[in-house]
């Protein structure tokens, strides 16, 4: 590989990743790849343009940018990704957590709870989360995947929290056992329709069964909800992320579920993102 720059190199890449991606994230996605390739800071990076690219880290760069051109999610490409304040190690067979998710985290913290269960916990972002942010909790956490499964325990391990979480294999409730004060999911949601139009960073690299259960998108909700009442705990919560047209619907789903106090809640963005409600005292 030819000796180049780092400011150079990183112009070279950015007409290339722009026209495929935007110049905006373009821009964003090379810092990111120069950060995690030099090890230097954002800051290091800004006055070292000049400076010579180590060629080994070049070749690393020149990979993950020839990764990113096929439109692979950066977030799978380094292998990790930062939730709540914390890295996430991902791989293809987890969806990448995003920062709607976090909403979901706000409201679960914002009152005392034991013994939560995540269903469809994927890299285990949300139940490896909440077990961090509160160190006397126990957590199951479920998912279809094992794939996803292995990675969660991974995460767990990375946090510190492996021993107070047990992982299962199961198909929403199926197989699980327990009583909860806290019952926690975001589970696939997007509708047949709405899936197709998705980008491709999503359609062909993250799980698809991450993303869509088909059809109108809400019979996850549908399935967990009506397996719900054998699992929540008297004055228990129960807290799901939805899509952002979804609120009426999945509010709906937990009144026929017998919930009580059910509030569709905004994201920073002001978009709906998590219905809650909770089981009679
Ligand atoms: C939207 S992802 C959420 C992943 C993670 N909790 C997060 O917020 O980043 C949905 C997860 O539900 C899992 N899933 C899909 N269908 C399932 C089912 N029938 N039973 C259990 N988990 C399921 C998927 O494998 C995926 O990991």
Known sequence: MTATTIGAWQRAALARLAPVIGADEAARDLRLILQQTTGWSAARLGIG???LFPPEALARAEAMLAARLTRQPLAQIIGAWEF??????????????????????????????????????????????????????????????QSALDVAARNAARHGVAARLALRCADWWQ????????????????????????????????PRA?????????????????GMGAHLAPGGRC???????????????????????????????????????????
């Open 175 to 206: 197989g699980l056992d327990g009583l909860f004060d806290l019952i926690v999911s975001n589970p696939p949601y997007v509708s047949e329709a709405d899936y197709a139009m998705l980008a491709p960073e999503i359609t062909r690299w993250e």
């Open 49 to 51: 343009a000049a400076e």
């Open 239 to 281: 807290l799901v992320e939805i899509g952002a047209d979804q609120g009426p619907d999945v509010a709906a789903i937990f009144r026929q579920a017998g919930l009580v106090d059910v509030r569709v809640h905004p994201d920073i963005n002001g978009k709906a993102r998590v219905v809650s409600g909770r089981a009679n005292a």
């Open 84 to 145: 709540y304040g914390r890295s996430f190690e991902l791989t293809r067979d987890t969806l990448v957590p995003r920062p709607d998710t976090e909403t979901l985290i706000d409201l679960a913290l914002s009152a005392p709870f034991a013994r939560l269960v995540d269903l469809g916990t994927g890299s285990g972002a949300i139940a490896v989360t909440l077990l961090a942010e509160r160190a006397d909790a126990q957590a199951l956490a479920s998912d279809l995947s």
């Open 210 to 226: 991450a993303l869509t259960p088909g059809g109108d998108g809400l019979s996850a909700y549908r399935s967990i909800l009506a």
